[in-house]
């Protein structure tokens, strides 16, 4: 090392990477333990005067971790027990994503057996008491409204996973703290306003003190659930600069931060850095775990649809109805209906969404209800995948009939009294 670099290194940031060996509980243990090595030992990260730990574990659906979506289990057991044996008081908790029950992801993630096998608090943050936390020097929010709980800890972990986000782009450290949010009318707030500002407003007041992010089977592909696709890397990363951490997982996706609006964005705030030349990799290197291809979705949500002939209205959707969509457009879709063609179709999604005029629109999701008697509609939030087959093969046929899509997926056509 000379002496420019010497000088340099009290300022960076120190993010360390670590292989694990397999995907069984004992080799994560063995990378986890290691990981920590790395560190100086959870005394050095977690300061003396800390009285009660918060882990926020990315447990949004109720799938396997194996899927790439949710963080292996195992790693909210580990993190525990390395706690305890140093006599903290833990507490985990989560807040599943939009649709699906905070007890039923704690479930069949198996994290509730494990809290339960080890005495700890587990917290649905979308079932206790709200308080609201001013935001000071917010962008877009005066304040966050979040569990009761969550002030009253004064170290937070998070536990995120490595994956991809049709939305953010990715979906890591950072974005994991939106979990924290009480309520799912306040997290569709942060879409409706600007989902990459509101993330740095939240974490200006509740950034994570250590950030871990489990790269064991990441998510590549239409994230942040299913089109997206398993991707075994088998790593696990992190350090005490959520930004830093986040920008290097970036890179080993083949990702440049400076390209990604809420890291950019966190760094212009000043609550870390994405440069590289402020950031130390210790354990491994970026080069020595990025794979030779990692899937990413497109930066846009214009750019969302693989078809010339289906144009995407951005309408600052939220992710569980862009992944909807994706899940539709990217797997789903039947390529015989855009081989037989003859009209293009534009899909509007999102709140603010406005149609044009064109005649050729189909409007989705029930923040565009008032659509409903004007357009084709598809009615949901968010829509299942599977709602908007008919419409949108009608309307690749030339066919705008005005009609909705019901909960039970079927097409109810509406004369122009709107009545059905």
């Known amino acids: 090392m000379n002496d420019k670099s010497r000088k340099c290194s009290s300022n960076v940031s120190t993010v360390s990477i670590v292989k694990v060996a397999g995907t069984g509980k004992k080799q994560l243990k063995i990378g986890l333990e290691h990981f920590f090595e790395i560190h100086g030992g959870l005394r050095k990260i977690i300061p003396a005067h800390t009285n009660k730990i918060l882990i926020k574990p990315n447990l ?19 993190l525990v027990t390395f706690l305890k044996k140093e006599g903290l008081e833990v507490i985990v908790g989560e807040g599943a ?8 992801a704690f479930k069949k993630t198996g994290v509730a057996d494990i809290c339960d096998h080890l005495g700890i608090p587990l917290i649905d943050f979308k079932r206790g008491r709200g308080v609201h936390i001013p935001v000071p020097e917010g962008s877009l929010l005066k304040d966050v409204l979040v569990d009761e709980i969550v ?3 004064d170290f937070i972990f998070s536990l995120a996973k490595m994956k991809t986000h049709c939305e953010t782009t990715v979906s890591l450290s950072m974005k994991n703290m939106k979990g924290l949010i009480t309520e799912d009318r306040e997290r569709l707030r942060f879409h409706l306003l600007d989902v990459n500002r509101c993330l740095i407003d939240l974490n200006r007041v509740f950034k994570p003190d250590f950030s871990i992010v489990e790269g064991i089977i990441a ?20 350090g005490k600069d959520p930004v830093s951490v986040d ?34 990799v210790t354990g491994e290197s970026v080069e020595a775990v990025k794979p030779d291809r990692y899937e990413c979705p497109p930066q846009k949500i214009e750019k969302l649809s693989p078809y010339e002939n289906i144009k995407i209205i951005n309408g600052n959707p939220c992710s569980n109805c862009v ?37 050729r629109e189909i409007a989705i999701g029930n ?3 008032k659509y409903r008697g004007k357009l084709p509609f598809v009615s ?13 093969d009608r309307g690749l046929k030339g066919n705008f009939d005005i009609a909705t899509v019901n909960s039970n997926c079927k097409v109810v056509f509406i004369n122009k009294n709107n009545e059905t």
């Open 219 to 238: 998510l590549e592909g239409i994230g942040p659930l299913k089109p997206g696709k398993p991707k075994p890397l088998g790593i696990v990363a992190g």
């Open 247 to 280: 920008a290097v997982c970036a890179r080993i996706m083949g990702l440049n931060p400076a390209d990604i609006r809420h890291l950019e964005y966190a760094s212009l705030a000043g609550l870390g850095t994405i440069d590289k030349n402020e950031i130390e």
């Open 367 to 369: 923040c565009l209800k």
């Open 380 to 392: 949901g939030c968010p829509p299942p995948s599977d709602a908007y087959l008919e419409l949108i």
């Open 97 to 104: 994503g939009w649709g699906c029950k905070s007890a039923d």
């Open 323 to 359: 992944a909807s969509l994706a899940s539709y457009l990217h797997g789903y879709i039947d390529k015989k209906i855009i081989e037989r063609a003859t009209s293009n179709i534009e899909i509007l999604i999102g709140g603010k969404a406005r149609s044009s005029g064109t005649g």
């Open 151 to 153: 002030p009253e800890c």
């Open 60 to 78: 949004m659906m109720g799938e396997p971790w194996t899927t790439g979506i949710t963080v292996n289990p195992y790693m909210v057991e580990f």
